[in-house]
């Protein structure tokens, strides 16, 4: 009995100290039988009472161990009602294939994901202690994972809460043992070729032995200190994303590379941990590895992209850096025809107005979108199209024929953005590079009596940061 209180005690004051949870919670507790849910099953059914908690287990049976899956849920069920704990059974199927344990994990998430909205309950609670802890962030430290790896598993995180980390396995075992309360062992978690069991039964013991004999709670000590250095970290680096970002999207993120390659290393690390977390929506799965071939992109010519994984892709278009969605490249337009009578028309995502003028507006509106032309300077009828090899055209200003792609790479254009931008062209020569430049040949002069006004709109272009404009930096293709 003695045991029991002690421990109840040190729940209830972890559960406080790091609010998990507030009294009056409604909590879905994971039970799948071994010993770890059993022990948490045993001190919710007793701390209910002290925080007025409403309480409800869901065992998830995989069904993939016949008659022992069978066992462990009648065991889970029996338990419940000696602790007037109610509980969900529910069973999934696993497709045969790879990664089984993690695909497992994923699925088991799913159910109480969904037995926890649709119960309107407000959090999971798992039995993960500090053994768990000094795994997770030994498997962390090896892929690479930074601070947030080593910070390990958290008291809570985000529906999900982790109260027994304040517990080594061993005294929840102790304490099911002075309650004659039976547990489940699964012959999986004695398979090695699982590398948390590995590390489980392999490596933490040889620790142990040869280094350090209190090597679980020093790391869970470690996990604490980390966890509160990365509340600084990210701290600064929210300052840092608004800083450096120039556009954002759902599907994109586009930041400034010469702002940020004036971060630190570290800062340049959890900056771009964010930013992929916010597109994939899980901050996991970002390695040192992935920083790396970040950097190197940073640091190649011209415009180049590389896959990230999490179906992410990193962009380098001269000075900006592009974190996007994986997704099909649109497709390249098919050329449209203008007669001397069309009004308008669409091209890709551009909107073309067309407006044939005897008089020349004493004011008008001149930009990169919007221009004035000599009208029988053009051969009618003219095409819309994308550029083509060998394309040359006489940009306004110059009285000599430049190579089209010579032009995009000084314009800076993103050689992945090349293939959109349209090109008028009448047969004889081109006539517009729509928001880019007009031709000299069919500019106005002195002599010019019609005159065509073109106007172009991008239909997906959003406004963009005054930053965003300011582009540094030379491409070769």
Not at 2 to 16: G, I
Not at 228 to 233: M, P, R, S, T
Request: aromatic share 6%; with cysteine; hydrophobic share 40%.
């Amino acid at each position: 009995m003695p045991k029991l209180k002690q421990a109840l005690a040190r729940l209830d004051s972890y559960v406080r100290n790091q609010q998990i949870f507030s009294a009056g919670a409604k909590l879905l507790l994971c039970v799948s039988g071994g010993a770890d849910s059993v022990a948490l099953l045993l001190l919710f059914s007793r701390l209910r009472n002290l925080r007025q908690l409403t309480l409800l287990a869901v065992h998830v049976d995989h069904q993939l161990r016949g008659s022992e899956s069978d066992a462990d849920a009648e065991l889970v069920k029996q338990h419940c009602q000696e602790l007037s704990v109610p509980l969900i059974i529910r069973k999934i199927c696993l497709e045969a294939g790879g990664d089984l344990e993690n695909r497992a994990r994923q699925k088991r998430l799913g159910v109480f994901e969904e037995v926890l909205d649709a119960y309107r309950f407000d959090l999971i609670v798992t039995a993960h202690h500090n053994n768990d802890q000094s795994e997770t962030m030994l498997l962390n430290l090896f892929r690479g994972a930074g601070l947030s790896g080593l910070a390990g598993i958290r008291p809570r995180s985000g529906r999900i809460a982790h109260p027994l980390l304040c517990f080594d396995k061993r005294e929840l075992v102790d304490l099911l043992e002075e309650r004659k309360l039976a547990w489940c062992e699964d012959a999986s978690n004695a398979d090695q070729s699982f590398k948390r069991n590995w590390v489980r039964h392999t490596l933490l013991p040889l620790v142990e032995r040869e280094l350090n004999p209190r090597i679980a709670s020093s790391l869970g000590e470690q996990a604490q200190i980390f966890a509160a250095a990365e509340e600084l970290v990210l701290q600064r680096v929210k300052t840092l994303v608004k800083r450096i970002t120039l556009e954002q999207e759902p599907e994109r993120i586009t930041v400034s590379i010469p702002a940020l390659k004036r971060c630190t290393r570290l800062e340049q690390y959890y900056v771009l941990k964010e930013l992929t977390s916010v597109l994939s929506g899980s901050g996991k799965d970002f390695f040192s590895r992935h920083f790396q071939d970040i950097l190197d992109l940073l640091e190649s010519d011209g415009s180049k992209q590389i896959q990230l994984g999490r179906g992410l892709i990193a962009r380098k278009v001269y000075a900006e850096l592009s974190l996007e969605l994986e997704s099909e490249a649109p497709p390249v337009p098919e050329p449209v025809v203008v007669m001397e009578d069309r009004a308008r028309t669409v091209w890709g995502d551009h909107r073309f107005t067309f407006k044939l003028l005897k008089v020349l507006p004493t004011r008008r509106d001149e930009d990169a979108l919007n221009v004035y032309l000599d009208a029988d300077k053009i051969n009618w009828p003219f095409n819309i199209r994308s550029r083509r090899p060998g394309d040359r055209f006489m940009p306004l200003g110059m009285k000599n024929l430049v190579k089209l792609k010579d032009f995009f790479i000084n314009a800076k254009v993103g050689k992945f953005e090349r293939d959109l931008v349209p090109v008028l062209d009448d047969g004889e020569k081109i006539i517009w590079i729509a928001g880019q430049r007009l031709d000299a040949r069919v500019a106005l002069d002195e002599g010019s009596t019609r005159f065509l006004k073109i106007a172009a709109e991008n239909l997906k272009a959003k406004p963009r940061r005054a930053a965003s404009r300011k582009k540094t930096g030379e491409e070769n293709e």
